[in-house]
């Protein structure tokens, strides 16, 4: 779970779920350990809140494992691929909400955080989940929108080397700034390299 955020345009089609429930059994923050979620819902912040109120943690790996062993090992396999797989801090949760017959007992009244799930295209999903095809077809995307801004920045980089304004060079550091930025928001799924 990261900060990329979807228009409704890009929200997935939720007939794409397959209501196996994977996604509720092992679940994973990749931005935030337990004791900083905790923190944070205490200071406030509604993601954390939301997040703390659904979801318990297991009290071990091999816990979670006994409950889907694949989506443990494939959760860890990405984790150590974007090189974030830190196993001091790894937590892995479990959906309070989730019925035996795979399905939500608050869906009416489920947070965003379950409403938009997923929410990006780098989210990590169990093996086999309906959602493959999207999360693929997002990921291109973004890359996509990560190699045209690398373009930009050359052409950024052309025009500052063929002008001596000051103000033109102030204007145009301001958008490389913003353009970096963006492109460091992918940086942990590998945007210095698209």
């Known amino acids: 779970m990261n900060g990329h955020k979807l228009d409704k345009k890009s929200m997935p089609d939720v007939s794409l779920c397959k209501k196996c429930g994977r996604c509720c059994r092992i679940v994973v923050n990749n931005d935030y350990t337990y004791r900083q979620l905790k923190n944070m819902a205490d200071d406030g912040d509604t993601y954390a809140q939301d997040f703390i109120n659904l979801f318990t943690p297991y009290s071990s790996i091999e816990e979670a494992r006994k409950v889907d ?3 443990v090992e494939n959760i860890i396999q990405n984790l ?23 399905l939500c007992s608050i869906y009416e009244e489920r947070p965003p955080l379950c409403a938009k799930f ?12 309906g959602y493959t095809s999207w999360l693929f077809i997002q990921r291109e995307a973004d890359m996509q929108k990560v190699r045209k801004a690398k373009e930009e ?7 500052k080397s063929k002008t001596q304004d000051i103000e033109l ?26």
């Open 118 to 129: 997923p929410s990006n295209g780098w989210i990590t999903t169990p093996p086999e989940c």
């Open 69 to 71: 062993n694949d989506a």
């Open 153 to 159: 920045l050359f052409d950024l980089k052309v025009m």
């Open 169 to 194: 060079l102030k204007k145009i550091e301001t958008v490389e700034k913003k353009i970096d930025s963006m492109i460091n928001s992918y940086a942990r799924y590998g945007s210095r390299h698209w």
């Open 80 to 102: 150590k691929q974007e090189r974030m797989y830190d196993e001091q801090s790894f937590t892995l949760y479990k959906c309070k909400y989730i019925m035996n017959n795979n």
